[in-house]
């Protein structure tokens, strides 16, 4: 009999500490102004979180868009501080302007509440370390969201290169983000109100694709501090974005390695591509499952194929992953969305914004 309470009280024990394990986080959006939040607002179910609540002041704009996803009018709150107040989200994930990141993880940071913010970090080096100052202050974590950081081959190819040393180290990283433009895509007015506004984005294409080219370079680098970074930006639709850069190429400079990161919004096809060129061999990886390598001498046989290995809940869904990073499931210290990576990754972008205006290198070292 007493064998059999054992075993029932370790059991019971068992059974509660799954149970607590799989208690979704409670889940927050701040604004909606930012396009991405169609990702949330078509797809409102992720593993590990439980949406709670969307922070939109434009009571119009928030219910014309619940009333296109099919969420009910309950989800709104007309600020942060009323959905703290009422729905007590653990975790918030912010879709306003960059500029506006900072003042989100200032309102968050003293009650605990762990921040995810669409990309690029801040809208400069200055708001970042303020950023990261209160994260590490109140014990938060603060983890940026980018579309590539869920791209299976982007993975691999860190693998490839930092794990089983295919190609030798790095010396070359091409990195070419953009589409023909935010307007010419059909972006919503409420995004491109700041998205082409210098003060509440911090630039144009240079920081909406530009960052892009800095996380995963960072990261590719493992979190090297570069020697110096250059840029340049222009506008060719000035008619079209007379405030911002629409086309802009970024050169990091690295005791070995160069990173290239070229940023348009004058493209005729969207893209995310990466080239990364090592001693012994290059990688290209993008959004597709297959990735083009080639290795080995330089008589070696032509490129191939390879398929990069599917990425597995919670580390190919930004939602999931940010709840599991909450929950102490991850840390998320060397990751693309880390604060660690991302603080490089905006010294390099705040630098190349700088070297643009003015026409000169700057230097990091």
Request: charged fraction near 25%; proline fraction near 5%; charge should be positive.
């Amino acid at each position: 009999m007493k064998m059999k309470k054992i075993r029932f009280t370790l059991l019971l024990s068992f059974a509660f500490s799954i149970v607590f394990a799989q208690k979704p986080v409670r889940m927050g959006i701040v604004g909606m102004t930012h396009d991405h939040v169609w990702q949330i607002l078509n797809t409102p179910k992720h593993e590990g979180m439980e949406l709670v609540g969307f922070a939109e002041p434009n009571k119009e704009l928030a219910l014309k868009y619940l009333k296109r996803a099919n969420l009910p009018e309950s989800l709104w709150f007309s600020s942060l501080e009323e959905m703290v107040e009422k729905a007590k989200p653990e975790a918030v994930c912010d879709f306003r302007s960059t500029i506006e990141h900072l003042e989100t993880v200032q309102k968050c940071a003293p009650l605990k509440i762990h921040v995810m913010v669409e990309k690029p970090l801040a809208v400069n080096l200055k708001a970042a370390k303020e950023m990261e100052s209160l994260a590490k202050k109140y014990g938060i974590n603060i983890i940026t969201n980018y579309e590539t950081t869920w791209y299976a081959s982007h993975h691999q190819a860190f693998e490839m290169i930092n794990t089983e040393g295919k190609i030798g180290e790095i010396r070359k990283v091409v990195i070419m983000d953009g589409h023909s433009g935010p307007k010419e895509i059909g972006c919503s007015n409420a995004f491109l109100s700041w998205l082409t506004d210098p003060v509440k984005n911090g630039g144009g294409a240079i920081m909406d694709f530009g960052c892009y080219g800095a996380d995963i370079m960072t990261w590719l680098m493992k979190g090297e501090r570069p020697i110096s970074v250059s840029a340049t930006a222009q506008t060719n639709k000035p008619s079209v974005y007379p405030k911002v850069d629409d086309e802009a190429t970024i050169v990091v400079q690295y005791p070995r390695a160069q990173g290239i990161f070229q940023a348009s919004w004058n493209w005729p096809f969207d893209r995310k591509d990466t080239e990364i060129y090592g001693q012994k061999g290059y990688i290209f990886a993008n959004r597709e499952p297959q990735m083009r390598v080639r290795m080995g001498e330089r008589n070696a046989p032509k490129e191939w194929t390879i398929d990069a290995k599917p990425l597995s809940n919670p580390m190919n869904d930004a939602f999931s992953y940010f709840a599991a990073v909450v929950r102490g499931e991850i840390n998320p210290e060397n990751d693309l969305g880390s604060l660690k990576i991302n603080m490089m990754a905006m010294e390099i972008l705040d630098a190349a914004v700088k070297s643009s205006k003015t026409g000169k290198v700057v230097n990091l070292r």
